[in-house]
């Protein structure tokens, strides 16, 4: 791990030096350490996660580039190549960590290209979605290499511009797959409540919804305390806002004529929002510079730097989570969570029965399964079960592909996501940089970033409110 993180502060190593790196990844040592076990991935949970542990990787790296360690590290190593200034202050830091998650961004763009219309494990493109991890990690460096052959004055405009509306559009993507989140748990646990007369998915929803209306009354009255004090104006409008937006939902979420368009609605979905929100708010307030002595947690002594180490790893864990599972939302997203079955070997005119004897019994038990299928006594992945076991273990694990009959996730979409993911943490770690800053630097303790969740808390509340109230003025484009 540790040479894998100090490999983009080579920046512009010899022919040499990358053919090294190949080796070392391609040696018959390392292949059978690591490729073997970072094969093709049957689990499309388990490709997930690798996707979101190396969006982590990258945005730790890109956080290590604002170090004045890394910094001189970097400049040493490019011969003085990376030295630049903006506005009369050194701000490489800032290019290099634009640079880190463009080349990330660019890798994720490709992959997006190349996945488009890939719709099960059968299509071949499909394994570069889930294996080939080896080349892909060679590629990812080989990217954050190149970059720091590219101009500053393009990272400059991308990270001004460019950079910055990708980073709006992730933020506002959340906040959509939030409130549909709210929504989506609600209406299973109701539909647990009516199907079965379930108890327990009672309580669970009664208790969670009582439980998200403490959390979020607690973290009100703890704001108050410790970030409102005279002075504070910016903390007391943030909190009372939220405070008062927060009353208001959970109003109108039982409000007669919100329950006679959409039953479902209810203060279940309100006490999620409003935990949300007022989660972002208290932590608007409590990552705010300490300028105006509003923020108690900057002058704690002894815990700083801990704190700042912690609460970037927490940053960047939280943005990987979110990053991975807006990316599989595919309800959300305008795409079904899985694409149609289509069935194997059949075509246009066959009436699917048995009309020649079976060459094995793998056979005889596919033509069986394939005709309770066609009876409805199966549903119809069960064919799954049915294809050849050395291509259901072909990974060397004996691992079941779970993707055969149709990808849980669309696999471009969960690229484009990622890329906007890159954009955003770029913006996060260089809006109102700290040239000046020694030792580790603070993921989001800016103006501007307290700003964006206490704007994005607001905009949150009007989706919500939005999808409380779209039933009653447009009732024909909703079923309820």
């Keep these: 791990m540790g040479a894998l993180l100090s ?20 040696g018959a040592a390392a292949c059978s350490a690591i490729c073997n076990q970072c094969g093709i991935f049957k689990s499309s ?49 800032y290019v290099a960590v634009q640079r880190v998650n463009f080349a990330l961004g660019l890798f994720h763009l490709i992959l997006a290209v190349l996945l488009l219309g890939v ?28 970059t720091f052959l590219i101009p500053e004055t393009f990272f400059e405009v991308w990270g001004q511009y460019i950079a910055l509306i990708g980073a709006m559009l992730f933020v506002l993507l959340g906040l959509i797959l939030l409130v549909d989140l709210a929504h989506t748990w609600a209406e299973y646990c109701l539909e647990k409540i009516e199907n079965n007369d379930s108890r327990m998915w009672r309580v669970l929803l009664i208790g969670s919804t009582l439980g998200m209306f403490t959390a979020s009354f607690a973290m009100t009255i703890i704001m108050y305390i410790f970030f409102a004090q005279s002075g504070c104006a910016m903390n007391q409008t943030a909190i009372t806002v939220n405070l008062i937006v927060l009353l208001i939902i959970s109003g109108i979420s039982v409000h007669p004529t919100i329950q006679e368009y959409n039953p479902k609605a209810g203060l279940a979905q309100a006490a999620m929002v409003t935990v949300y929100c007022t989660y972002l708010t208290m932590s608007a307030v409590s990552m705010e510079p300490d300028e105006q002595h509003c923020n108690p947690l900057v002058r704690a002594k002894g815990t700083r730097a801990t704190s700042v180490i912690l609460g970037a790893i927490i940053t960047m864990l939280t943005i990987a989570y979110t990053t991975t599972r807006a990316a599989t939302q595919g309800i959300a997203l305008g795409s079904n969570s899985s694409h149609a079955y289509s069935k194997i070997g059949s075509e246009d005119g066959e009436h699917g029965l048995v009309d020649q004897q079976p060459n094995s019994r793998r ?27 050395d291509d259901e273990s072909n990974d060397g694990h004996g691992g079941k592909d779970d993707e055969r009959g149709g990808t849980t996730y669309n696999y471009s979409l969960f690229h484009v996501i990622f890329l906007l993911a890159t954009t955003w943490v770029a913006t996060l770690l260089t809006q109102n940089i700290d040239y000046e800053a020694t030792g580790v630097a603070a993921v989001g303790r800016t103006y501007w970033a307290s700003w964006v969740k206490i704007v994005s808390a607001w905009v949150c509340y009007g989706i919500y409110t939005w999808s409380l109230v779209a039933p009653v003025v447009l009732p024909g484009r909703f079923g309820y």
Excluded at 365 to 384: Q, T, Y
């Design 45 to 93: 949970m388990a490709t997930r996660i690798a996707y979101a542990f190396l969006l982590l990787i990258n945005s730790i790296i890109s956080w290590l580039m604002l170090t004045p360690w890394a910094l001189k590290k970097l400049e040493h190593l490019t011969l003085d190549y990376v030295n630049i200034s903006c506005q009369g202050k050194q701000c490489y830091g």
């Design 7 to 26: 490999l983009p502060l080579m920046a512009v190593p010899s022919i040499g030096t990358l053919m090294s790196f190949g080796a070392s990844c391609c």
């Design 119 to 146: 719709k099960s494990s059968r299509d071949g493109r499909a394994a570069l979605q889930n294996g080939y991890w080896g080349p892909k990690l060679i590629v990812w460096v080989a990217f954050i290499v190149l």
């Design 363 to 389: 056979e005889m038990r596919a033509e069986a399964l394939r005709a309770a299928v066609e009876a409805g006594s199966l549903p119809a992945n069960a064919l799954d079960d049915s294809d050849d076991e």
